[in-house]
């Protein structure tokens, strides 16, 4: 029924669809009619969990320099049945957004992650240089996230804990200084940390300093939540991390 930019437009205006660029603005995207397409809002919430979590991610590792984001229509509307996003090169990530139609009739399938597109994981390379100690914990809990799911995967895939060891000795190393000895590898469906952990505050010192963060777990209609203390140490213009110490009521436990 919404067979004209018109009628999509006004209903944009009533909240029921929003607009969306196909090329966001992050990949230099602009809100010209071309890029432009008219989805519902969860359609929206997707794709910019796909471009942030998935794409940027691999583009940060710089295996993948190429995107597409293609819509795909039926009959007269103006609002595609699905969109499907390609980035390439050299590595591959595809994924696909069911909205309406026979998509939506398709079993449904996880969306993938990044690391199958070489079934490899490398934590992300911006510079640590300079970077306040809280920013430096933020970085680390969305990698230590993505290396969780990653050796998840593998683990499903027969591959076990070599890779989980292995993936997890570039994680400490890109943020720990040399010579750190981490605690025996344990990940599962869910990670202990994400990039969306809460920081409730910082003790800094001269050279060290100590960042406080909460993670809540989704679990049923509430959530369970989990505090650590991150420890940093300074070293010329960049804080590196010495321990994470998971803590509740009875203390203190190393869990780097």
């Given at each position: 029924m919404i067979d004209s930019r018109q009628k999509a437009e006004e209903l944009c205006r009533r909240g029921e669809l929003v607009?969306?660029?196909?090329?966001?603005?992050?990949?230099?995207?602009?809100?010209?009619?071309?890029?432009v397409v008219y989805?519902?809002?969860?359609?929206?919430?997707?794709?910019?969990?796909?471009?942030?979590?998935?794409?940027?991610?691999?583009?940060d590792q710089g295996q993948v320099r190429r995107y597409s984001a293609e819509?795909?229509?039926?009959?007269?509307?103006?609002?595609?049945?699905?969109?499907?996003?390609?980035?390439?090169?050299?590595?591959?990530?595809?994924?696909?957004?069911?909205?309406?139609?026979?998509?939506?009739?398709?079993?449904?399938?996880?969306?993938?992650?990044?690391?199958?597109?070489?079934?490899?994981f490398e934590p992300g390379s911006t510079s640590l240089e300079g970077i306040a100690p809280e920013d430096v914990v933020r970085a680390f809990n969305a990698d230590y996230k993505r290396w969780n799911d990653y050796a998840f995967m593998m683990s499903d895939d027969g591959q076990g804990m070599d890779?989980?060891?292995?993936?997890?000795?570039?994680?400490?190393?890109?943020?720990?200084?040399?010579?750190?000895?981490?605690?025996?590898?344990?990940?599962?469906?869910?990670?202990?940390?994400?990039?969306?952990?809460?920081?409730?505050?910082?003790?800094?010192?001269?050279?060290s300093c100590i960042v406080r963060a909460?993670?809540?777990?989704?679990?049923?209609n509430s959530s369970f939540e989990s505090d650590y203390e991150y420890h940093l140490q300074r070293e010329g213009s960049r804080w590196y991390l010495t321990n994470v110490f998971y803590v509740d009521g009875a203390g203190k436990y190393e869990a780097l």
């Open positions: 607009r969306l660029l196909l090329l966001p603005p992050e990949f230099g995207g602009e809100d010209v009619p071309p890029n989805v519902p809002a969860f359609a929206a919430e997707i794709k910019a969990r796909i471009d942030r979590n998935n794409v940027m991610s691999l583009a819509p795909q229509y039926a009959g007269e509307s103006f609002v595609p049945t699905e969109i499907r996003i390609v980035a390439h090169d050299p590595g591959r990530f595809e994924a696909s957004i069911a909205i309406w139609g026979e998509p939506v009739q398709r079993p449904a399938k996880p969306e993938p992650s990044p690391d199958k597109v070489t079934r490899q890779a989980a060891e292995s993936a997890y000795g570039k994680l400490v190393a890109r943020f720990c200084p040399p010579g750190i000895k981490h605690e025996p590898v344990a990940f599962g469906s869910d990670s202990s940390h994400d990039g969306g952990d809460v920081i409730l505050g910082t003790e800094l010192g001269t050279d909460r993670h809540a777990q989704p679990s049923g």
